[in-house]
């Protein structure tokens, strides 16, 4: 199974994954997938479609956000948040390396209000460094 890394109790974020990796992931008790990675990004990666049937075959919800080289807009960031909202359970976010998915929840968690320092720790925790998006984190959260 992929490389899972919590960042809190409803959010984790993962290196690609793969359509066999769902059932496991299904009961390690995530309730939804987000699916962060474009499609042929890398060859030889699965196809988002992939994940969403093995995803609907073990129950859990699917979202894709896809986030390219071209960065974060704020329709991704809430489309991350209503996914977040929507999941009654454990999230898992995946993309190339998890980096983009930790990177897009901590812009929507900072856009909904929560402490930037609490999220750079918690990503920290993950292994992941936000302090390059420290003032877009800053900006977001002083928006509330």
Not at 97 to 125: F, H, I, M, V, Y
Request: charged share 20%; with cysteine.
């Amino acid at each position: 199974m992929a490389d899972i890394r919590t960042v809190n109790d409803r959010v984790s974020v993962a290196p690609q994954i793969t359509p066999d990796d769902l059932p496991a992931i299904k009961a390690a008790g995530f309730v939804a997938i987000v699916n962060n990675r474009p499609d042929d990004e890398e060859a030889g990666q699965p196809a988002g479609e992939a994940i969403r049937a093995a995803a609907d075959a073990a129950g859990l919800l699917y979202t894709a956000i896809p986030v390219t080289h071209a960065g974060f807009s704020h329709p991704q960031i809430d489309a991350m948040t209503a996914a977040l909202t929507a999941a009654d359970g454990p999230v898992l976010a995946y993309c190339r390396s998890g980096t983009r998915s930790c990177n897009l929840w901590a812009l929507a968690a900072a856009k909904a209000g929560r402490d930037p320092e609490l999220l750079e720790r918690q990503a920290a925790g993950a292994g992941y460094d936000l302090s390059g998006m420290r003032p877009t984190l800053d900006a977001l959260a002083g928006g509330q």
